[in-house]
């Protein structure tokens, strides 16, 4: 395939996939697509070792590295990431403490050893600036940033080191606004996609976004994609190619713990919900009894990002090692309802392109008939 995105990168097709995990990234990329390793659970001497690891086993293909760098949080004016975990944790009210392990006892879930909100993750700019650090030391060829346009520094600093950069929009004006701080690449995301999501459906997202960024920035279309008649839609829509994330979550390679796999491979496409109960924001995550706890009456409501992850980090990890199970949730998004089978990273891609294929010719036939 020749899209402006294959020829930019050098790879044979326009698919880029999001995972957390190295070996998905590695083998999307040797597959012919593009990795993109999300480096937010990572502190930066692991995602130096993860790096490492993927420049040793991706065949020298490309592959990126995305943080998250919100442009609004709680504490945003504070720099330094241990006086801001410092004060936040202050901050966490007592109630949603109570709630939470109210929460997990009803379900059978150890009680927590360490006090709750002691992780602060990459979801700040202080803690998202040492990762961007480690990657521009490793070989890659993209750096994409969620939730709001990364700071013109980052985005002229990847470019002095010949890297792209791509950052996730869920409207119209905000793919503006990257553009306006120098963005390469907008990743047009609908709100059928998993984690961090708008409003807005991938149907209507898309041209809308390749409308209001213009003819010289590319758009890769997101959400909802994970076959190849999906794919085909997103390049019809105006795309250079498509973004996605879920369908890697349960690949052979991908280190998703068992018991949220199997849940991923039983749910259906109504089997989501977009939910505050993670980070703060609204992320597309799989419905089950902790999204609809957090939704019920006795909720004490959501606390700011980064805080509601601080609150709940320590007991989603409880709750993947005890309990009944049914607390177990995951951001995914509505293409979950197609993700029935475990297959290699490789045939994902192969299965897209086929599919894909398949589509064109038979609307080649329409016009042609
Ligand atoms: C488990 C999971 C975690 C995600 N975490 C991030 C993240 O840290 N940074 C980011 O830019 N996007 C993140 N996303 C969104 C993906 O990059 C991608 O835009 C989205 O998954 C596309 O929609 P799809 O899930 O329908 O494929 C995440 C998605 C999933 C499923």
Request: aromatic residues 6%; charged residues 25%.
């Amino acid at each position: 395939m020749r899209t402006r995105v294959t020829e930019l990168f050098g790879i044979e097709y326009p698919i880029f996939a999001f995972s957390h995990c190295r070996d998905v990234v590695a083998a999307v990329s040797r597959a012919g697509g593009m990795g993109v390793l999300g480096a937010l659970y990572f502190t930066p001497e692991e995602l130096e070792l993860e790096l490492k690891w993927i420049d040793e086993h991706v065949g020298g293909k490309p592959y990126g590295v995305d943080v998250v760098m919100p442009a609004k949080y709680e504490g945003a004016d504070l720099g330094d990431a241990e006086e801001l975990l410092g004060r936040l944790q202050g901050m966490i009210p007592e109630r949603n403490r109570e709630f939470l392990e109210e929460l997990l006892a009803e379900h059978g879930v150890e009680p927590s050893t360490e006090s709750a909100g002691r992780a602060l993750l990459g979801w700040t700019d202080a803690t998202a600036r040492p990762q961007v650090e480690v990657a521009l030391k490793h070989p890659i060829a993209l750096l994409a940033n969620a939730l709001g346009p990364p700071p013109a520094d980052v985005v002229e600093e990847a470019h002095q080191h010949g890297v792209k950069v791509a950052g996730l929009a869920s409207n119209a004006r905000h793919a503006r606004k990257q553009v306006e701080v120098g963005v390469d690449i907008i990743v047009a995301q609908g709100t059928e996609a998993g984690g961090h999501t708008g409003d807005v459906s991938t149907m209507v997202l898309i041209p809308e976004v390749v409308d209001a960024v213009g003819a010289d920035t590319m758009v890769l279309a997101a959400g909802g994609i994970g076959r190849g008649r999906q794919m085909a839609a997103g390049m019809a829509l105006g795309a250079d190619g498509v973004w996605t994330g879920s369908i890697w979550l349960t690949v052979d390679e991908a280190d998703t713990q068992e018991n949220t796999r199997a849940k991923l491979l039983e749910a259906t496409s109504r089997d989501t919900v977009r939910s505050r109960s993670w980070t703060g924001k609204p992320a597309r995550l799989l419905r089950t009894a902790w999204t609809d706890a957090w939704e019920s009456e006795r909720s004490p409501g959501y606390l700011p990002m980064p805080m509601q992850f601080m609150l709940i980090s320590d007991a989603l990890r409880r709750i993947g090692r005890s309990g009944d199970g049914e607390l177990v949730t995951f951001p995914v998004g509505q293409i979950v309802g197609s993700m029935n089978q475990v297959k290699p990273a490789a045939q994902v891609v192969y299965d897209l392109i086929e599919e894909y294929v398949e589509s064109l010719e038979r609307l080649n036939a329409i016009t042609e008939g």
